[in-house]
């Protein structure tokens, strides 16, 4: 198989590969970038468990060919923790019991991390619809709607 070279942004930090032309973004993170937080569940984009942002976008990492992500800026739930401090939905997730297995958590909380970022007071229906492409078979996605809402507060409120 033939190798492509890739550079991007992960997390902040410049990386470069070579990878195997038609490696998945979610196999490279995983096992040449040595970020984990992705998981891959069903490896056929219907859990979202693999979701990642890139360039701003949700996307399923199992699905996007890496080498399409040449220049990209790409976030993780890896990444969203600074200097040792959780973001705002990771402390929700926490505070609100939203995680059981975790193996969903950080396709959630990705997914909600695009939804605050554009609509930082989003109604309940406005969580429901953003999660809907992530699957949950532990939680009953309460107390994950409720941990989204929260860390919406505390971020409205941490802006006053």
């Not at 939203?98 to 695009?114: D, E, H, L, S, Y």
């Amino acid at each position: 198989m033939a190798k492509v070279p890739v550079q991007f942004s992960l997390n902040g930090e410049e990386k470069a590969e070579f990878v195997d032309s038609g490696s998945t973004l979610l196999k490279v993170l995983r096992d040449k970038m040595g970020d984990t937080s992705p998981k891959g569940g069903c490896l056929q984009g219907t859990c979202g468990s693999c979701s990642v942002v890139v360039d701003g976008e949700l996307r399923l990492s199992c699905l996007t060919l890496a080498e399409t992500c040449d220049g990209a800026d790409i976030q993780t739930t890896a990444g969203l923790a600074s200097d040792g401090v959780l973001h705002p939905l990771q402390r929700a997730f926490m505070d609100e019991f939203a995680a059981q297995c975790g193996f969903c958590t950080p396709g959630m909380i990705m997914a909600a991390k695009v939804l605050l970022d554009a609509n930082p007071d989003p109604t309940r229906e406005d969580v429901i619809e953003a999660l809907s492409g992530n699957v949950c078979r532990c939680t009953g996605y309460e107390p994950i709607i409720r941990a989204v809402l929260t860390a919406a507060r505390s971020n409205s409120q941490n802006a006053a």
